[in-house]
């Protein structure tokens, strides 16, 4: 960051002020002060980024992978040591608490020490005799340059779920943080600067969709990973598609959560609350609806609208504060509107979160829980990503119609479901059309080295983040079958 507060790219191992004119002020969303300004990247400075990655890659991936994890690990106790200061950055930029910006930071150093396992999980695969002295094998080898687009929701964490597995694989890479959450990333630049890689490896770009689809473009770009919502995430894979790129696209989310009547109702309440209001709904897998079955319907409505009502609103650094801000005012606004709509379609706003006003930031993006009963089925509110501290509650009369239900929606991020029968589990779980599933969890997140598995409009691709899916989606298989004069001792 300049004096002025002006964000930098690093492009080549340099810190360089980006050329764009255009500048946008990232705020905090508590206290509205305006924390830096970010460029927006253009077409030629994705370029520079791209050559720069393009001019190291040959060295990179020769480099045996047993010295490439070297810099992972060299990375690993430099985040550690910032540690506080990212999670303090994540909050004030993003708006969430401090403990769930940690909670972040923790997730993303995960992926570096699950990266680390490159040389093993990299590997091929040996068939010797395939026919009478020839031999079959395949090896995996990097692509060349890849590029991360990020959303703001997680700023810390979201790129950790690629570029340490493209980095490790040998690959070069690019990342563009999001335009409103750009911080961040920036400090975990001047790590990976710290770290001494070999300039051009790994290039940030400040920007927004113009230097996005420069990178979709740009023919020296081979993949791309993507997170944010589900329109830009389904033309991200069309038009990196269309450029012969290789992508995979993660998007928005509806997550419903299943409440037995045998489910423990203290358990599960809790769970619940910290689902759909953590880091203000605006969490992929935040429980968006709540369906109760049977007996169940009472006990929890009551339940989870005391969660909702005491949960404590303020600014993230606060101690004690259990939920910040949502992002901007823009976006306190479409939430505003939805809870309305909501209410229009037939719902009763148990607890109702509009017009919160916190003391001491009062200029602050604040929402309260919101708890919206009998939201009907089919309805828009019922169906629409809302991405703020809304639960939608619903009721049905059978595991079976609350799966229907579940499997009706257009997403498939994430379904839960909260019950003391295994038999119950076990049918949702292999029914439930979502590719991550809770059962008593709320935020069924995966640990690094499990793939981040959406489904429908949640996920356009095959490979996804994390685990051996990024080792996949970052390699090319090359397969060899090799046959050797079987005497060669007559021939010298
Ligand atoms: P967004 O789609 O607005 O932006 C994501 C990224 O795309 C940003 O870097 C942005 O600059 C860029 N972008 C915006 N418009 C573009 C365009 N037309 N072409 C190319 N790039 C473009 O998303 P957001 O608001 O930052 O993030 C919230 C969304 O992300 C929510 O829908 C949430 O569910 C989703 N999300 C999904 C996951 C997941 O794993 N499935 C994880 C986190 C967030």
């Not at 010797?128 to 700023?155: K, S, T, W, Y």
């Not at 998007?251 to 109702?265: E, F, H, Q, R, S």
């Not at 019922?382 to 257009?410: C, K, Q, W, Y």
């Not at 793939?451 to 397969?479: D, Y």
Request: aromatic share 8%.
């Amino acid at each position: 960051m300049t004096k002025d507060g002006e964000l930098k790219n690093y492009i080549g191992g340099e810190w360089r002020m980006a050329e764009a004119v255009e500048r946008l002020p990232v705020v905090d969303p508590a206290t509205q002060e305006t924390l830096a300004m970010v460029p927006l990247s253009n077409g030629a400075e994705v370029g520079q980024a791209a050559e720069a990655a393009r001019r190291v890659f040959p060295g990179w991936r020769a480099m045996p992978a047993t010295e490439r994890i070297q810099y992972l690990f060299k990375l690993k106790p430099l985040l550690e040591g910032r540690f506080e200061e990212l999670a303090r950055a994540i909050t004030m930029e993003c708006g969430k608490t401090l403990d769930e910006a940690r909670g972040e930071m923790r997730r993303a150093i995960e992926n570096v020490e699950v990266a680390c396992g490159i040389p093993l999980m990299m590997q091929g695969e040996f068939s010797e005799d395939i026919a009478p002295g020839i031999d079959e094998f395949m090896i995996r080898q990097p692509l060349g340059v890849c590029a991360v687009i990020a959303p703001f929701n997680f700023p810390g964490m979201i790129p950790f779920w690629f570029f340490p597995y493209a980095l490790a694989c040998g690959n070069t890479c690019v990342i563009k943080p999001s335009e409103r959450t750009p911080i961040t990333m920036g400090l975990v630049f001047e790590l990976l600067h710290e770290v001494g890689l070999p300039p051009g490896v790994v290039n940030l770009v400040h920007g927004a969709r113009e230097a996005a689809e420069a990178l979709l473009d740009h023919p020296d770009i081979r993949a791309i990973s993507f997170v944010g919502s589900t329109p830009v995430a389904r033309h991200v894979y069309a038009r990196a598609a269309a450029n012969g790129k290789r992508a995979q696209a993660q998007g928005g989310a509806k997550n419903p959560l299943v409440v037995l009547p045998d489910a423990d109702l203290e358990m599960t309440t809790r769970i619940a609350a910290d689902s759909a209001f953590g880091c203000a709904g605006q969490r992929c897998l935040a429980a968006s609806l709540a369906i109760t079955v049977g007996e169940a319907r009472d006990l929890f409505s009551e339940a989870i609208a005391d969660a909702a009502a005491s949960r404590a609103v303020g600014y993230g650094l606060d101690e004690g504060v259990q939920m910040g801000a949502v992002i901007n005012h823009a976006s306190r606004a479409r939430v505003e509107s939805l809870i309305a709509e909501g209410v229009k379609e037939g719902a009763s706003a148990l607890v109702d979160g509009r017009g919160t006003v916190i003391a001491g930031y009062e200029a602050g993006s604040f929402v309260r829980p919101t708890i919206l009963q009998g939201l009907p089925p089919g309805s828009a509110v019922a169906r629409t990503e809302i991405f703020g501290p809304v639960l939608g509650l619903m009721h049905v009369d059978t595991i079976e119609e609350a799966i229907a239900l579940v499997n009706s929606g257009e997403y498939g991020n994430m379904a839960c479901l909260f019950t003391s029968s295994g038999a119950a589990a076990r049918q949702f779980r292999s029914q439930a059309e979502a590719g991550n599933i809770g059962i008593n969890i709320g935020v069924a997140a995966p640990m690094a080295f499990f793939p981040f598995s959406g489904w429908k409009e949640s996920f356009f691709g095959m490979l996804h983040g994390q685990g051996r899916h990024a080792v996949e989606f970052f390699t090319q298989t090359k397969v060899v079958v090799e046959r050797w004069p079987d005497d060669w001792s007559r021939r010298f």
